[in-house]
């Protein structure tokens, strides 16, 4: 069998997937902190804030060059709450990031392909490749 063939073909990402993924990873982990925060508090558990916090502050600050050069949002405001103490300023700076990203795309699950995926030219320039 000749394997010059397989050697030479590889699969790629496309740079904007590649960030996508990395975002939806981070994105998750604060998900799941906060998960964990509503279950101590049902619980009757003093929850733990540090996760979530951490977390919020991690995300925003992967996304911080662009959120910060984007006119329509209030940088005060969304540095406000994503640094704050109080557990609700922490979880409204969460919900404002998640807007922002969807209204990006880089949140969004429900992208159909728009091209032809038998053209290997056109598919390369839909993925940015």
Do not use: C
């Not at 279950?39 to 911080?64: D, M, T």
């Not at 060059?65 to 406000?80: F, N, R, S, W, Y």
């Amino acid at each position: 069998m000749d394997n010059k063939k397989y050697k030479q073909s590889q699969v790629t990402r496309s740079p904007r997937d590649t960030l996508k993924l990395m975002i939806l990873q981070r994105w998750n982990y604060v998900n799941d902190a906060l998960e964990i925060y509503y279950k101590q508090q049902a619980q009757g558990i003093e929850p733990f804030i540090a996760p979530v916090k951490s977390g919020v502050i991690a995300l925003f600050n992967q996304i911080r060059p662009a959120i910060l050069g984007d006119k329509k949002v209030d940088h005060e405001q969304v540095v406000g709450l994503v640094f704050s103490k109080n557990f609700q300023d922490l979880e409204d700076g969460f919900n404002e990031l998640s807007d922002w990203l969807y209204s990006k795309g880089l949140l969004k699950f429900d992208e159909l392909s728009l091209y032809d995926s038998t053209d290997a030219n056109e598919e390369d320039e839909a993925q940015g490749l």
